[in-house]
């Protein structure tokens, strides 16, 4: 396995979405939105629909927001007084909600992720807002697991990084095959978490998987 360190992909690059770069407006949207009631079979004129396009909109700018968002704005800010601290910085369990991009079915899930430090720290918020940024968009989790790692490799540039993640897919509880119960673990490693079996198994140790 390489320890090579990661290019910057153009994914990463992607300049984030605002207002005004935004080549959808939202009263455009919002008609999305009373074409689907129709399509439903429902009236978007009757009282208890008419408002309902309006805060879908605000609502899908929420569940969305990450595409407004730049990993490399949040990882931009870090700290070099670490008295010495060399060992692995984790934060386990961060809840999150993403959509799937096949049938924006929701992902209900937690996140651990990790790093070696290379004399640089981050806010350790920081990593949970990593995860938001990722979650908020239209995702695989495969994907969105990479991309936490990558991101994390490519800006802090740590001596590894680590990530897994534990979701319960909506597309394959409440619709299709209807399994309910079911989880999908990922993980994404880089640096030492990649090439050192030692320093990977400390990880999954620590996130309580051996
Ligand atoms: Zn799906």
Known sequence: MSNATFPVSKALQKKPLSPNTNPVSREAAEEAVRVLIRWLGDDPSREGLIDTPA???RTFGEWFSGYSES????LSRTFKEVAGYDDIVIVRGIGFESFCEHHMAPIIGTAHVAYLPDRRVIGLSK????????????????????EIVNSLQTFLKPKGAAVMIRADHHCMSTRGIRKHGTDTVTSSFTGVFRSDPLWQQRFLHLVGLC
């Open 71 to 74: 990993p490399a704005d949040i």
């Open 127 to 146: 990593l949970a807002r990593l995860v938001d940024i990722y979650a908020r968009r239209l995702q695989i989790q495969e994907k969105m697991t990479a």
């Open 55 to 57: 805060r879908v909109t």
